[in-house]
């Protein structure tokens, strides 16, 4: 099944640390894809971006010198550039737009603007009820759903830093990726990392670098037209749970068995189907419970199913080739950069991580404590 | 560590956002070393009251707004904790304990675990309430072991810190 609206345009703005203004790093992101999809700024009539200010569409519109038909700033951390495929989708499929850019862009490493303690509005409850004790926001939760993990099921952390070990290999093929060039991870490295938030160190965690990207959508109709293949956008969920660290009865089970299943069920396949899964890793727990979320394991099977080697270059099971947020980049939010790299693998584009013969891809993102979902599944003709 | 009496962490006395209108009473039970949970009566049967954290201008379950409030028992077990290492702010020492807590009324809160060694904390171990006081005269509860741990609750190598 198709959406009939396709991904036509992708890029990365520059990476790492940057020592450029967020506006400035958008701008990059959304120059180089559309020059990817042959589209100029004058084609743009819907933007859907986050994290710019508190009026992000706008400002960003504004500063692009356009007035578009239709934006999109919901904020719901790193998974809303999922959520954004499908809101576009739907606006173009309505004729309320006809070329979205969704973008995102950031320069926390560079502005060093990252908290551990995240960022909690006074008159919220988790501002009484939560944040006074000291949790890392949102470290701490995802070191708790960890936790509850590897007693659930009788894992050990040694196969769960297997996540960070595998994306580190497909960083090492990933010239653009902030760890390239560093050498590979071993589990041991990941164990003796420095404790933050037990049983997670820091190299279990993701990342804290500049960056971002943008994607370029319109119908698939046009899309045909243009220079890229096309990247249908086949299906789409979300799910949205908490914000306390207190609402979710289960830490092991999260939303994206509820996005997953939308997701896969509007675009007609399975996980078995899938060639290459971009799934967010803000943490290496996230990945283990995401895929068992989505459906491509079992409940507590997720570690055995990422082990030997699978979700390594050259593995049957290929998984966050980029390197991931763990080794690649992360921007403080993700979920663009998941779109990019599997664009980039379904047009055949990846270089030496490419996976041969990519048709289907997933990418799905996670925002804040494991309380927003969004999956999306992309196809290119086989 | 801090004193047995769970009543004066070392040092832990952060700032703490003023109540509103809806979490008001809940804080100023706190001033008595009580802990209390919302409860709809509406909504309540069986042998518990259906309890809320935080509380809230509504029942989750049923919508109303008619809340009550009841005491806790202040008993529950651990759901899942994990030792920080790296404050989020100048005014915390490290390391200590976050916690999910499930109390015995089936509500879980956030808090932290106190008078063990960090790293000693697992899964389901019994704790009981205590309180960190603040300089405005509301108190933060705090849990502390409540018993000792039975054989079901023994440590599991795997979620032992830093193995």
Redesign the interface.
Known sequence: MSTGVAIVGAAECDLGVTNRSILGLQAQAVSRALADAGLTLRDVDGIATTGVARFSATQLADYFGIEPRWTDSTYAGGSVYEMFVARAAQAIQAGQAETVVITFASNQRSARSR????VVE??T?E????T??????PL?YY???A??Y??KY????EQLAEIAVAAREWALLNPAAFRYGKGPLTAADVLGA???????TALDSCLVTDGGGAVVLTSLERARDLRRTPVEVLGYGERTTNT???AV?D?TVTGAAGSGADAFARAGVTPADIDVVQVYDSFTITVALTLEGLGFCGEGEALDRIAGGRIRPGGDFPLNTSGGGLSYCHPGQFGILLLVEAVRQLRGEAGDRQVPGARLAVAHGTGGILSTHATVVLGVDG | MTGLDGTKPDGFKPDVPAPDEITGPWWDATREHRLVLQTCPSCAGGDQPAAQHPPRALCIRCGSAELGWADAAGTGVVDACTVVHRAPRPDLAVPYVIARVRLDEGVVLLTRLQDREPGEWRIGDPVRVAWADLDDGRALPVFVPGAAPSPATAPSPETKEGN
């Open positions: 908290s551990l303690g995240g006074d008159h409850p501002a009484q009820f939560e006074p004790y000291g949790p890392l926001f701490s070191a708790m759903a936790q509850q590897l007693h009788g894992k050990t952390r420095p404790m933050i938030s037990s049983p997670l306390s660290m207190t009865p830490l």
